[in-house]
């Protein structure tokens, strides 16, 4: 099977499972309380069956903390370059779609509910931390950075740029059509659980991921960056609301 064949299988049957999963989450309590949990294995589940049946080294899939040097490097300049000028596009995003005078489309934009508490930088606070942030780091390497990473970047990535060799490398990654399509099936794949077209807005960073993944050859710069961005959204939503 070519690459792109196993890329669009593999990619259509862990959206079917997990469609699946947040339907029987409707009505099992049990399936929805951990339905994240779930999710994830099924992400790990398919790049280590389809490593095993093909009897390839999931090294061969980003999995591996080697080169990691480079890996700290690239996904710690991710964090450094990228958390300040997020931090601020964030609160002139808000300032924007919370206007009094927003249109309709633009105030559209805001998740529910989130205008009624918005006030700027005169409405920030710093937030209590205490273990339930320990836990959340966790929660967001172990269940969201890791699996996403390996099917999305590792797995996915790694076989469209077998089938899309990119042209053209800058700081090493690869830059052409392997990466935005790679980046797309990251965005459709956020709709599985919940149909929110906000939701397609993870293209964007998925781009920086998938750069990441092809610049060191391993998921972990990917996994920092991931667990990183996903972090700070939560610390900018207690911040701020």
């Known amino acids: ?5 196993t890329a669009l299988t593999a990619f ?13 989450a409707r009505a099992v309590p049990w399936v929805a309380a951990n339905l994240g949990a779930l999710v994830a294995l099924v992400f790990l589940a398919i790049p ?8 390839v080294d999931m090294a061969d899939f980003g999995f591996t903390l080697d080169p990691i040097g480079r890996g700290i490097a690239f996904g710690a300049g991710f964090v450094a370059v990228v958390v300040p000028l997020f931090s601020l596009g964030f609160v002139a995003f808000y300032d924007a779609v919370c206007a009094p005078d927003a249109p ?3 105030a559209s934009l805001a998740m529910p509910g989130f ?25 967001q390497v172990v269940v969201v950075a890791i699996p996403e990473e390996l099917f999305f970047r590792g797995f996915l990535h790694e076989l469209c740029e077998r089938r899309w060799p990119p042209r053209r490398r800058v700081l090493g990654g690869g830059v052409g059509l392997a990466l935005i399509v790679s980046s797309a099936l990251f965005a459709v794949g956020h709709l599985a659980v919940a149909f929110d077209p906000r ?6 960073p998925g ?10 050859g391993s998921i972990l710069a990917g996994v920092i960056a991931h667990t990183a961005s ?6 900018l939503t207690a911040v701020f609301f």
């Open 199 to 204: 939701r397609l807005a993870v293209f964007f």
């Open 104 to 106: 309709g489309w633009l």
């Open 12 to 24: 259509a049957a862990a959206m079917a499972a997990v469609i699946a999963l947040a339907q029987v």
């Open 115 to 139: 205008c009624r508490s918005w006030h700027g930088w005169s409405g920030a606070r710093i937030p209590s931390l205490g273990l339930g942030a320990v836990e959340a780091a966790f929660v």
């Open 230 to 235: 996903n972090l700070l959204i939560d610390a």
């Open 48 to 55: 280590f069956r389809v490593a095993a049946v093909r009897r």
């Open 1 to 5: 099977m070519s690459p792109l064949r």
């Open 207 to 216: 781009l920086a991921f998938g750069w990441l993944r092809s610049a060191t």
